[in-house]
């Protein structure tokens, strides 16, 4: 089932051509990576997907919205099936974690009690049900992107667009990011993430699409090559030469002398003494 699809869709700035000819399918529960240099429009992409930026031109549907002719009344309700994880993290730095995630619970209308449990299942899910009562500057760069994925699930949604979400984090914290990000799609979560981390489409396989030139490609994985099976056949034996052939006769035990042989010799012998 197709989650996101877009045709022929132009993406715009201030009049200035961001994309063009965008033509892109995602299906629920695909891994999705958006790659390309800075500037080449991969956030922007994102944000048309989420209401942020107006498509110009093309039919462009997420979750059965159609984004080309969304109102502004609609976004609210869209924005509630998908979770948005920051590059820069936009915590509320005036609060503590589990505040930064009431607040969210609470601008969707959920009672006091659910937002306690949600919280804490959350909290569990990404790794951090010790760091509740921590403010965001008492955090690592890895444990606030944790909570900045905790309050992207908060609402259970259908898809998780990360904009960068390891680009400010060492490699192996950036890994454990992305580990816990493909748990998420495995519950159920569609996930489309930037990078500019070539290193995590090898280390965790999904499907690419690249942003260059104002369009948007997607970049097949290049076919393993495979190695041509090699029969090994039994070496023949070599023919038998002709002196192999006579050498049972030479291996036998010398012929003994015959008797008229002896005979001979002793005169011989004999001959030669007289002399």
Excluded: W
């Excluded at 899910?125 to 606030?144: A, C, D, F, I, W």
């Excluded at 816990?180 to 159920?188: A, E, M, Y």
């Amino acid at each position: 089932m197709s989650q996101i699809n877009y045709r022929n869709v132009e993406v715009r700035q201030q009049e200035m051509i961001v994309l063009e000819e965008v033509n892109l399918k995602i299906q629920s529960g695909e891994f999705v990576y958006l790659i390309g240099k800075v500037g080449s429009g991969k956030s922007s992409l994102l944000k048309t997907m989420y209401g942020e930026l107006d498509i110009y031109s093309g039919e462009a549907e997420v979750l059965g919205y159609d984004m080309a002719n969304i109102r502004r009344k609609q976004i609210p309700a869209l924005r509630k099936r998908i979770g948005i994880v920051f590059q820069d993290f936009q915590l509320l730095t005036d609060r503590n974690v589990r505040d930064n995630l009431d607040f969210v619970l609470k601008a969707t209308g959920n009672d006091k009690s659910y937002r306690k449990m949600r919280i804490d299942e959350v909290l569990e899910q990404v790794g951090m049900s010790t760091k509740g009562y921590k403010m965001p500057h008492e955090l690592s760069g890895g444990e606030q992107q944790r909570i900045v994925i905790a309050r992207a699930i908060l609402n259970k949604p259908e898809i998780i667009l990360a904009d960068e979400p390891t680009g400010n984090l060492d490699p192996e914290t950036g890994r454990q990011i992305v580990e816990l990000l493909r748990t998420i799609r495995d519950q159920g979560s569609t996930v489309i993430m930037t990078t500019h981390n070539l290193q995590l489409l090898e280390e965790y396989p999904g499907k690419v699409f690249r942003c260059d030139g104002h369009r948007v490609v997607e970049q097949k994985a290049p076919e393993t090559p495979t190695t041509p099976e090699i029969t090994l056949e039994a070496t023949p034996e070599a023919p038998a030469t002709p002196e192999a052939a006579e050498e049972p006769e030479a291996s036998k035990a010398p012929a003994t002398t015959a008797p008229s042989e002896i005979s001979e010799n002793s005169e011989n012998s004999e001959k030669t003494e007289n002399n």
